[in-house]
Every structure is written in structure tokens, then in C-alpha cells.
């Protein structure tokens, strides 16, 4: 059964996301700030957290910085800040999706399952082994390797760097990969690939892995 963290100081949106997400048949937690959620997911080994940004005592864009440290878990934000600035900001401090409040339930078991789906297909894919000049992916433990060392990568990272690296040599569009690391239309734009890409870049800059950039259409992996 999996299991999702409902972070979120509004007692109805809490009471409202436990019982859509209970009724797919997931285990729910409720917090009501974001104080003790780091150690809880410490013990509990949640699957996936919904995070609401504006809350007391630790924001979600705190709690988000913190787990992102030692955590690639799934993490969604809502907030009722809509601007685009939040979006990305969120998105770039290692978020998984942005919904904006007010929000249908429905939607968010959408972009729920989406995550898992997409976790769950990567995994299962029958390509266990993923190689890329010194890098090794191990697709069916989510394990990123180089010259010994773990690679530490967040979920949309993760599934950006093995789209790529499964498809070597092949450029794609921001349009493109906006489309498969979502899974659906995404109010966003190019920007969010190009951090997604950034961030990548730092994490593998001690291996010979070359994602160029194809300027004024996308990105590839090179062969």
C-alpha cells in the first residue's frame, strides 16, 4: 500500500485529501505544519508528500530544501500563490508538481498516480541496465551510479536523465520532454527543462556524460 504525507495547515483540505486519497486505496498522514514531517518520513518511509507553501512555523519551501537534502521522494506542492515565479521556484528547489488552490481533488489523484505510474514504469521497463559512458543506471532499484559513487537524483531528474540516456544521440524539444516528465499539459514552460537539465549537469559534472544542448530546439545525451 502506498503511502502519502498530507502536509497542510487548513483542517478542510486535510479532511478533504484523506478521504479522496484513502478512497484509491493509499495509507494517509496529516500534518498540520511542516515541524516534524522530516523525522516522521525518516520513519515511516513515505511514497510520495503533498505540501502546501504557505504555513507556519516551516514553509513547504523550507521543509522541501530540507528534504531534498537527504530525500528524492515525490513531493507536490499546493499553494494559493498562482504566480509563475512560485511555480518554477518550487519546481527548481526540487518539487515533483505545482497545483494551485483552489484545486479539484480529482485532479491531484491524477498527477497522484501519474508519479507512480511513471516510478512504476521506469522500473519495469524490461531494460534493467542503462549505461552512459562511465554512468550506470539500474532502472529497477532507481539507482544512478559513477565510478563507484551514487548519484543522487530527484524523481523528475531521474526520469528526464534515463529518457535521455535510453534514447542516446536522439534530440528532443523542450515541448517534448515538458510533455513526457509530466505526462500531461503542464502550465509551465522551457525553463523548467532547462533547470531540470542544470541541476543534472552539477550532479553528474565528475563523469564524461555530455547532455548538450541543441540551441534553439532541445537537448540530447550524446553516444
Known sequence: MKHVFVVDDEKNIRDILQKY?????YKVTLFSDGQHVYHEMLRLKPDLLIIDIMMPHID?????????????????????RDGEFDRILGLELGGDDYLTKPFSPRELMVRIKN?????????GSGQQIVTVRDVTIDTDRRYIENDG????????E?????????????????EELLEFI????????GRLIDDLVKRIRKKLEHSSVVLSTIW???YRIND
Open 158 to 174: 531521474y526520469d528526464l536523465f534515463v529518457f535521455l540516456a535510453r534514447n542516446k544521440g536522439k534530440p528532443y524539444t523542450r
Open 149 to 156: 559513487h551514487e548519484i543522487k537524483l530527484t524523481t523528475k
Open 115 to 123: 508519479i507512480f505510474k511513471r516510478m512504476e514504469k521506469s522500473t
Open 182 to 189: 509530466w505526462g500531461y499539459e503542464f502550465a509551465g514552460d
Open 216 to 218: 534553439g530546439y532541445g
Open 21 to 25: 486519497i484513502e478512497n484509491e486505496g
Open 60 to 80: 513547504g519551501l523550507e521543509l522541501c530544501k530540507e528534504i531534498r537534502k537527504t530525500s528524492d521522494i515525490p513531493i507536490i506542492f499546493v499553494s494559493a
